[in-house]
C-alpha cells in the first residue's frame, strides 16, 4: 500500500483497552468551536465523518441508519405532524429526515453550537441535503435547556439528538426532573417525545437502562428501541416516550402509508425495519426489567 | 493507566484503513496448527477471544449471540431434530446449543482441525461447557468435504459453521455445486440447511448476497437474518436454505415452544429476537435483490 | 487524559512490522504540491514535524541536531567559504545554518518544490529564521539536477539535503555517474561535497555504505559521519568528500576557530560534536569495509 | 502482507502523546514474576527481545550495543580487574562481557528477581552466552540494596544496571546516599563505578542530569556517556565514577591493549567508540552544567 496514504489516524478510544482506527483521507476542518473541538476528515469505509471531542457523531456512509431510527419511529406514530421540535441536531441531518414529510409545516431545531451549524453547511452539506434553505425549517442558534423554558409553542414530535448524560458531559445538567417537565409541557396531546439514548451493547447498555427507568415515571409508554451504526462501532439506542402512543406496536399499515408519504427514497427504515428496531434481544430486555437509580 | 497492562494489543486489521485494537489481558496460546495460525487471548470487554489466522472467532462475552443465532432458528423450524450435522465448529458452541434441545438424539460434528478442537477443549470450556462429553455428540475430526461424500446418513438440520467462500480462503472450494448437492443429498425431508454466510455491513454485504443468489437457485426458501456480533465489529449474516420450510416466517407460537424446551438459559435468541433477526433493513433487501454472479 | 487530544496520529511506518505514533496536537496544513504529499503537524514532543510522503522531514525540537550536522563539518572543513551550494533543502534550515557564517558570501539553493519552499515560510519560519530573506541567499525554484548541469559556477561546498536514493524513489536518478560529473565540475579547489546519506541503524545501514563505496570511486577521502535524530527514530547518515580534505580529521583548534566565527548560538555542533559524529562504531565501520554494487 | 503474520503488537508508550509499536511474530512468556511483569517475544527487526513491566529491556538484536557500553569502559579504565559485582543484570550479558576478560577472576552478580534469571537462561541464551556456568560466576538472588550492607569484598568495578529512579519506581529508595555510602565503601581503591543512567534525549535528560549531579558531591570524576539503543528508541546515558580515574580520558593505546585483551569479538565498543561514547553534543553538555536539585 502506498505509504503516503496511510500516515493520518483518526484513533477513537472506547476504554483504554478497545481503539478503532480509521487512516485519514483528509482532514477538511479540525479546531475548537466555543463548546467543543471539532474535525471533519474523510476516511476510506465511511467517507466523510464528523468528530466532536474525539467521538464519531456521525458519518457519510451510514448516518441515514442514525437519523432515519431517529425520527421516523416518532413522526409515523403521530397524527399531527404540523409542529416539530429538535433539540440539537447540529449536522441537519435529523431536519431533512423530518422535514421530508410534507404535513410537517415548521420544524424547529435548536443547537447551543452555531459553529457547528455552519461547519456543516460547509462541508457535510450532504447530511443536511438543502434542508437548512427549506422555509418550513427554523434554526436557531442557542441553549436548548433555555428554549425549552421560554418557548410556548407545542409540538407533536420532540426530537433530542443531545448528547447522553455520561458522568462528566456537558449534557448532564440536560436530563433531569426540571427539564422533563419542560418537554413535557411542550409536547402537544398525542405527541411524542423521542430521544438518543446511549448504547445498547451487551458491555455497555446500563446508562441506556438508566435513562429508561428515569422516563417511565413520567410517561405511560418508554419504548427502547436500537440499530447498529457501524461508524459509532456500536448498537445505537433510542428511547420513544408518550402518554398515548405505544411506538413499538404500531401497524405495518400505518408505517407502509406514513413511509408513502416521505419525499425521496429512504435508506434504512420502512415498516419491516421497524419490526426489527423495537424487538430486542434477551439480554436487553433483561436489562432493562433491572430495577434501579434514575437521574 | 498503568503502563503494563497495555504493552500488547491484539490489532485487527479489517481493511488497510480500518483497524480494530483490543489490549491483551492475557495470552493462553499462540502457535501453528496444521491448518492455521491460532491465538487464545483474554481482553478486558471481550473476555477469552479465539483467533485464527488474525481474524476473531468468537469471544467469551458474546459468542452467545453468534452459535444462538446460527443454531436456534433451523432447529427451532424443523420438526424432526433426532440427527443434526455441524459442519467445522471447533470450538464446541454450535455443538452447545444443538444439545440443550433433548429431541436432538445425535449431533454429529466434523471440523479438519483437531487442534483446534483440543484448544477449544483446554482454554475455552466455556464455549463447550460439556457437550464433548455429552453421550449424543459425535465429533470427527477430519474434511467435511469428504465426509458429506462418504455418509449415508440425513439430517433434520445440517448446520454450516465453516469459513465463508472469501476470494483466498481455503473454504472457497467448500462452496460449489458438487458440495451443494452432497449436503441437498444428507437434508432429511422437510430439513434446514443454516449456513453462516459472511457480513451484512453496508460496506461488505456483496459476498453474502452472492452465496444468497447461489443457494435460491438450489432452495425454494432463502432467508437471510443477521446479528451485530460486537466481537466481529460487524453485523453477522446467515442463511436459512429449505424446500419446505420459511425459516423467517415462523409463528411465535411454535418459537415459544421450541425454546420452552431448551434446557438452560438463552442470553439472545427467543421469538422476539427471532423477528429481530429476519427484519432485515431497506439496504439490505436491495442487495438481496440485485442480480448477479453466482459461485 | 482528555480524549480529545489524543483522537488524531501520525503514523510513521518504517516497516510492516514497526511504526512509530504520534498523537496530532495540530494539523496546520495537509494537501499535495505538484511533488509530493506535504503535511505541517505539532505534536507534544517534537513540535512542528513536516511530513512528506508519510515520512519525518524534520521537526522543530530537533532539526538543528540534522542540519547542524549536515553543513557545519563541511563548511569548517575548507578555506573558501565564500560560495556555498544547496541541493534540495526546502526548510530553508540548510540555508540558515550556512549563512551563519559571515564568510559565506552567496549562498544558492535549488529546489524542486516551490510550494515546499511557500509552505515552510509560512509555517516553519522558525526554520529558516529570516535566512529567505538574507541578502547573501539565492533561492532557485527548479530542477537540482537541471541546474548542475547548466551552472558556470564553482562553490567551496556543495551541500546536498535531497532525498536518498531509495529504490523506488523520485531522487533515485539523482544519484548517478552523470550526476556525480556535474557536482565535481562545480567543486572548487579544495571543496567539499557533503550530503545526508541514508540511515546508519544497524539493521538499516547497507544503502548508506553502497553510497559510500559509490563515492569512494570518486573522491579521495570520503567520510561517514551520523547522528541520531530522535524525530526521525534513527541514526542518520551522512558523507562528506573531499579530493584534498579529510574531513573527520579536523583538528579541534580548526573546529574551534570555526565555531566562534558563527553567527548565533549553536544547539549541537562544536569540535567535541565533531569527535562524537566521526568516531563510528564497530559494526557500521565493517559494514563499510565491505566489498559490494555501487550505483 | 499476510494477515496473519501482523495480529499482535507490543506497544511500547513514551508518552501518552508517543508509541512505538512492533509486530510480534512469536511470544515466548508473557506472566508475573514476585516482582515484575516479564514477557519475551520475538519481532522483526529486534529478534527476540525482554520486556519488563511494558518496558523494553533488551534486544536480541542491539544489547551489545548495551552491555558492551556499560561494562567495557569502566573495565578498561581500571588495572586490578580480579573482582568485578554486578547489581542488577538478570539476562546475563553484562556478565558475559565482564567475564570476557580472563583476568577477571570473580565476577558477582545479584538481582532480586531469580525469576528473570532463569527466564533469562532458557528464551535468551544469546544474552548469557554461557556466562552463569562460567565458573568465575557468582550469581545471588537477593535484593542487592541488603548485599551492600552485608558484604565484606571490594572490587575493582561496581557496575550497576538497576532501573534508574524514576518517581515512581521500585529503584527508587536504590539511590540514596546511605546507599551511595555502601557502594563507595565496596569500591577498592582505583575502582570504577559505573551506572546505566537514564536517557540522554533531548526531551529527556533531566534526569540523567540530576544522577550525574547526584553523583558529583561523592565521586572526584564523574562521566556521562551514552549510545544510541535502538530498540529502546532513545538515547541511553551511563555514568563512570571514581575517585582516581577519568574514564573520559582513557588514552586510545590502553583501550585498544584492553580491547585487544577480551575474548571474543566485539560488535560496538573499541577505542573509537570509546571516542564517540565520551564526546557529547553541546545540548547535553548544557544539561549537566546546570545548577539543580539531587537525591
Chains 1, 2, 3, 4 share one sequence.
Not at 435529523?94 to 462541508?123: F, H, N, Q, W
Not at 405505544?246 to 405495518?252: C, E, F, K, T
Amino acid at each position: 500500500m502506498p505509504k503516503t496514504e496511510q500516515w493520518q489516524w483518526y484513533v477513537e478510544r472506547f476504554s483504554p483497552a478497545e481503539l478503532h482506527q480509521h487512516a485519514i483521507e483528509e482532514t477538511y476542518f479540525a479546531g475548537r468551536t466555543a463548546f467543543q473541538n471539532v474535525a471533519v476528515i474523510r476516511t476510506a469505509t465511511f467517507g466523510k465523518m464528523l468528530i466532536i471531542d474525539g467521538d464519531t457523531q456521525s458519518s457519510q456512509a451510514d448516518e441515514r441508519i442514525y437519523h432515519e431510527t431517529l425520527v421516523h419511529p416518532a413522526l409515523a406514530a403521530i397524527d399531527d405532524r404540523s409542529e416539530v421540535l429538535i433539540l440539537g441536531g447540529g449536522e441537519g441531518a435529523t431536519l431533512r429526515e423530518a422535514l421530508r414529510r410534507p404535513d410537517v409545516r415548521r420544524c424547529t431545531m435548536v443547537d447551543i453550537d452555531g459553529e457547528v451549524v455552519a461547519l456543516s453547511k460547509r462541508y457535510l452539506a450532504e447530511w443536511s441535503d438543502g434542508a437548512f434553505d427549506d422555509p418550513r425549517a427554523s434554526v436557531i442558534v442557542g441553549d436548548a435547556l433555555a428554549y425549552l423554558k421560554e418557548d410556548r409553542g407545542t409540538y407533536g414530535a420532540i426530537v433530542s439528538d443531545l448528547t447522553e448524560p455520561l458522568a462528566d458531559s456537558p449534557s448532564n445538567p440536560l436530563f433531569c426532573d426540571a427539564v422533563f417537565d419542560d418537554i413535557k409541557r411542550r409536547l402537544a396531546p398525542g405527541g411524542v417525545y423521542v430521544l438518543q439514548a446511549s448504547t445498547a451493547g451487551f458491555h455497555n447498555m446500563e446508562l441506556h437502562a438508566k435513562m429508561a427507568r428515569t422516563l417511565r415515571g413520567r410517561y405511560r409508554f418508554v419504548r427502547s428501541f436500537y440499530a447498529h451504526v457501524p461508524a459509532f462501532d456500536n448498537d445505537w439506542a433510542f428511547l420513544a416516550c408518550s402518554d398515548t402512543v405505544d411506538v413499538a406496536a404500531l401497524a405495518s399499515e400505518r408505517i407502509d402509508a406514513y413511509v408513502a408519504g416521505l419525499r425521496g427514497e429512504s435508506y434504512f427504515y420502512d415498516a419491516e425495519t421497524h419490526r426489527r428496531l423495537f424487538a430486542l434481544p434477551i439480554y436487553l430486555r433483561r436489562e432493562l426489567a433491572k430495577e434501579g437509580d434514575v437521574f
